[in-house]
Nanobody, 123 residues
Framework: QVQLVESGGGLVQAGGSLRLSCVAS??????MGWFRQAPGKEREFVTG????????YYADSVKGRFTISRDNAKRTVYLQMNSLKPEDTAVYYC??????????????????WGQGTQVTVSS
């Protein structure tokens, strides 16, 4: 079983940057991703990365602004967020799959979840 812990959330002004980290207690060779959930809204897919880090993919809403990466030696996945907008405000969750799944983008495809970290972007 894999346990995930996110960190790095906080308050930032629009146009600013923030980097989130997700540390895994188990193996980090599975696909990993980030989701976010704003109050009153459904949890939505943000970005994902393959087990080895060679493939990444993004939701259209963050493409060109966010970058996902991983350092398997440190058992850590990162989410670099640039040019932040107020609509990026949400609780961000790190997630991982049990095994290889090609480009998973739905909650049901991810078996492991972190507790979330709050990101607030002010205007």
């Amino acid at each position: 079983q894999v346990q995930l812990v996110e960190s790095g959330g906080g308050l930032v002004q629009a146009g600013g940057s923030l980097r989130l980290s997700c540390v895994a207690s188990g193996r980090t060779t599975t696909s990993m991703g980030w989701f976010r959930q704003a109050p009153g809204k459904e949890r939505e897919f943000v970005t994902g990365i393959s087990g080895g880090g060679g493939s990444t993919y993004y939701a259209d809403s963050v493409k060109g602004r966010f970058t996902i990466s991983r350092d398997n030696a440190k058992r850590t996945v990162y989410l670099q967020m640039n040019s932040l907008k107020p609509e990026d405000t949400a609780v961000y969750y790190c997630a991982g799959t049990r095994s290889f799944i090609r480009m998973p983008t739905t909650e049901s495809e991810y078996a492991y979840w972190g507790q979330g970290t709050q990101v607030t972007v002010s205007s």
